[in-house]
């Protein structure tokens, strides 16, 4: 008996041994099991994490610097094209998949195998790729007043960017431009808080309507068609002192809630899966060091659940001159509560420091791991783990007809008809399509590079028809015009010219030369030369519409007795034939100014409400006109 019962002895230590390999097998693998509940997961794999693990997560390099030895090395959470940075000039969408799945090789070949999230600039459609559809920015967008459209937009937009293997993209922007003179208020919806709520319906389209019951504050992405979005620039980029990119915006507490955040309770209602947050003060305190209003107010107040992203280079700027005490704007800007750091190219000298930090007690081990549970739980929603390598289904998506076609619908409305006659009783909108001879003038008649702005294949913009793939105003009104109708373009003509040609009425585009972020900021507001001279030569002599293609109001005032029509056209992008339809009456003019229109730049700043309140044209201001059966 004593040694028969050895062996049972032995059986039963091997039994229970492979009872727990077995068993530790099953906890190893829960991360990975898209059955267990997210908590469950995000824990699990959290807990497996090395201090090294953890901070790679925590940062978000440029394509430029990133290669899969790297991503595996570093552990690197995420990479990002800026803008411009491309695999290739005019990249396919198939080279796009090969860069995003090479790099996301390294990531799946770590320990852990957490996969990278690869995120990009798509403010109007897939702007920085070859091809792809080329929306109507923000400001014209705003003057739509049409949440419906806005969610199309952002289902086209998601489809275009899967269409790459790219998964997350930095739009929408939901800032509340109060000042045109900043570089970037064409990226605004308009100057109400309203309307920009509104216009917030672009992310369920971007990340999918949220289906069951999702808590409130928890990121929404539903599935591999579908994109995470990101909400910025939190909060008040739109409210700087003269407009001036990256200053201070200067508002009480009640006016900054009242104003500049509205717009983020909506967005995060839809499931937002992350913030970024913006370069600008508020009262003197850098958004990118403030802990108040990122941790205690969006992530504690509003339970935003996502995770919050530093703008390119952010936590430089936190002192002045950027990155002059780098160790303390690590610490000031992970303290504040910002979960990814968009280093983007010195990665090695961020980790180096945050780990050291951490090592010393300079940050709690608690502030990491918020920020590694929170891109985690972007991560696990959005399917990653189990769909984490792109394939090349998509890529008929980009640029599709559809698109192209939804994008035309989004130029027609936006645009706003200011001016139609000298006289009411004489309107000159809709042109006849067929007369003996028209003229097109102005620097913006055909040129696709001005036609849609910066952030279009390059971060300032272009100029030119060699950028991308679209249709120039010019070209439209050939096209739409009837066949015995004689087009005359000449970009900048002389009086003599216009005199001399007996020409049945003109269309004149001018306006203001690409540009984004600091460099558009101006405090003089002009129309690009030679517009102004252009308009004066046409419209002193001949019926003239003029076109204005501009990323905000501009000074009009002085041309506006010679013009007979007048149409802000915005930016509207590669869909030039949206401008011919509603100017030649296909379909009517519906689109109200969703900014105030001044008189003179001495008003600024001015915005609907204020007590001395002025203007050329007010917000909400739009002429409307009828279809016209041809």
């Not at 959470?77 to 790099?103: D, R, T, Y």
């Not at 499931?271 to 370069?279: E, I, N, Q, R």
């Not at 002045?320 to 160790?327: T, V």
């Not at 060699?466 to 002389?494: S, Y």
Request: aromatic letters at 8%; charged letters at 20%.
């Amino acid at each position: 008996m004593g040694r028969s019962s050895i062996p049972i002895v032995g059986i039963t230590i091997l039994l229970l041994c492979c009872c727990l390999v077995s068993f530790s097998e099953a906890e190893y693998l829960k991360y990975k099991d898209p059955k267990q509940p997210l908590n469950a997961r995000i824990k699990d794999l959290l807990k497996r994490m090395t201090l090294e693990e953890k901070i790679g997560q925590m940062v978000q390099i440029e394509r430029a610097v990133a290669t899969p030895d790297v991503m595996k090395k570093y552990f690197i959470g995420s990479v990002l094209s800026g803008g411009g940075s491309v695999p290739a000039p005019k990249a396919s969408p198939e080279a796009w998949v090969q860069l995003v799945n090479q790099l996301q090789s390294g990531s799946l070949s770590t320990r852990l195998g957490i996969p990278m999230i690869y995120g990009i600039d798509a403010v109007h459609g897939h702007n920085n790729v070859y091809k792809a559809t080329i929306f109507p920015h923000n400001v014209g967008l705003g003057a739509t007043r049409d949440p419906l459209l806005l969610k199309k937009i952002g289902d086209a937009t998601a489809l275009e960017v899967r269409a790459t293997g790219i998964q997350y993209v930095f739009a929408p922007c939901i800032a509340v431009c109060r000042d045109p003179r900043w570089g970037r208020c064409y990226e605004s919806y308009s100057e109400d808080p309203q309307v920009v709520r509104t216009m917030t319906e672009i992310i369920p389209g971007l990340q999918g309507d949220i289906v069951g019951n999702n808590l409130k504050g928890v990121p929404f992405v539903a599935g591999k068609n579908k994109v995470a979005a990101c909400a910025k620039h939190y909060v008040g980029d739109g409210g700087t002192t003269k407009g001036i990119n990256e200053n201070n915006t200067v508002i009480s507490y009640n006016g900054l809630l009242s104003i500049h955040m509205p717009a983020y309770l909506d967005a995060i209602a839809k499931g937002v899966s992350t913030v970024m947050v913006s370069y600008s003060s508020w009262n003197g305190k850098k958004m990118h060091a403030n802990h108040f209003l990122v941790s205690d107010y969006l992530k504690n107040k509003l339970k935003f659940r996502g995770f919050v992203i530093s703008d390119w280079m952010g936590i430089d700027r936190i002192t002045s001159p950027p990155g002059a005490n780098y160790s303390y704007s690590v610490q000031a800007g992970v303290s504040a509560g910002i979960d990814m750091i968009m280093v983007p190219y010195n990665f090695t000298i961020f980790i180096d420091d945050l780990t050291y930090q951490v090592k010393n007690k300079i940050i709690p081990m608690s502030r990491i791991d918020d920020a590694v549970s929170r891109i985690l739980r972007v991560k696990f929603i959005m399917g990653l783990f189990e769909n984490p390598l792109a394939d090349q289904s998509l890529v008929n998506q980009l640029g599709s007809k559809e698109h192209r076609e939804l994008a035309r619908e989004a130029v027609r409305k936006s645009l706003v008809l200011l001016k139609n006659g000298k006289s009411a009783k004489k309107p000159l909108l809709p042109l006849p399509k067929k007369t003996a001879k028209i003229l097109v003038a102005g620097s913006h008649a055909d040129n696709l590079g001005y036609q849609c702005g910066g952030w279009t294949i390059q971060w300032q913009g272009l100029s030119g028809n060699d950028l991308t793939v679209g249709t120039t105003i010019l070209n439209a009104v050939k096209q739409t015009v009837d066949p015995a109708t004689q087009v005359v373009f000449n970009e900048n003509p002389d009086s003599n010219f216009v005199k001399s040609n007996k020409f049945s009425y003109a269309i004149v585009v001018v306006g203001e030369h690409p540009y984004a972020e600091t460099f558009g900021d101006s405090l003089n507001l002009t129309i690009a030369e030679p517009g102004p001279s252009t308009i004066t030569n046409v419209c002193s002599y001949i019926r003239c519409v003029v076109v204005l293609v501009t990323g905000r109001p501009v000074v009009i005032q002085p041309y506006l007795s010679k013009i007979d029509a007048l149409v802000a056209a915005w930016l509207p992008g590669t869909e030039g034939l949206g401008v011919a339809d509603t100017l030649f009456g296909d379909y009517g003019f519906s689109g109200k100014l969703a900014r105030t229109w001044f008189k003179s730049v001495d008003q600024l700043p001015m915005n609907v409400g204020d007590k001395h309140y002025d203007p050329l044209y007010p917000f909400g201001y739009g002429l409307t006109t009828n279809a016209t059966k041809y």
